[in-house]
């Protein structure tokens, strides 16, 4: 059943990639198979099918299932991380999606060189400008790449967004849209450490329109998994 959905999913991001107008439609994409909510028997089930990445919104839980899973499997964070978790986050995670202050930043710094590790991180931007929404405004990107691209312990190495939930879906393509003119702005900046090559964004009812508009990183629950049960 999940590998089914898992590879409904994966003909749906090819399809859309050959659809990309602005984008490049060779690049590729990346599924991060969004498994929060979902015990680990459902997890072994899509790495077995292929998943590659898994992502999780909370690091208790992650723990939890990093510590039961017994797959070898590339783990990101894709939910809000508050400093006094930063200690656990860099342990377990290969990429944290959700940087999103300065005061964030120095804390993953300062516990990645406790374990003498380069921490791969996104930028989180608040497109939207929603107040429900974490996240960075565009205007302050330019200081925080300035200043990430400093710290010895982070890699910069990309940009994440969560769009609004619009009633009309395609309400989200001139976001996403916008949000690739930024990633490709931010490129082309004078940086010494950092390499922006992801642009993170896209869920279940999204990650077409936001592989169209040139994402090469998705993060999709849902439409793999089913529904969540809180
Ligand atoms: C839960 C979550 C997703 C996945 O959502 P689905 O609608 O289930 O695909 C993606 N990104 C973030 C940040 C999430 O919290």
Known sequence: MIAEKLHEVESEIERSRQNRVRANKNAPVDLVAVTKNHDVNAMREAIDAGVTIVGENRIQEAMKKHELLDRKVSWHLIGHLQTNKVNQAVQLFDLIHSVDSDHLMTALDRAAKKIHKVQDILLQVNLAREDSKFGIYREDLPLLMQKVDAM???????????????????????????????????????????????????????????????????????????????
């Not at 769009?163 to 690739?180: G, H, I, T």
């Open 152 to 230: 010895d312990h982070l890699h910069l190495c990309g940009l994440m967004c969560i769009a609004p939930n619009y009633e009309q879906v395609e309400d989200c393509r001139p976001l996403f849209r916008e949000m690739y003119e930024i990633f490709q702005r931010v490129q082309e900046m004078p940086l010494l450490t950092s390499n922006i090559k992801y642009l993170s964004m896209g869920m279940t009812h999204d990650y077409t329109i936001a592989i169209e508009e040139g994402a090469n990183m998705v993060r999709v629950g849902t439409a793999i998994f089913g529904a969540r049960q809180y």
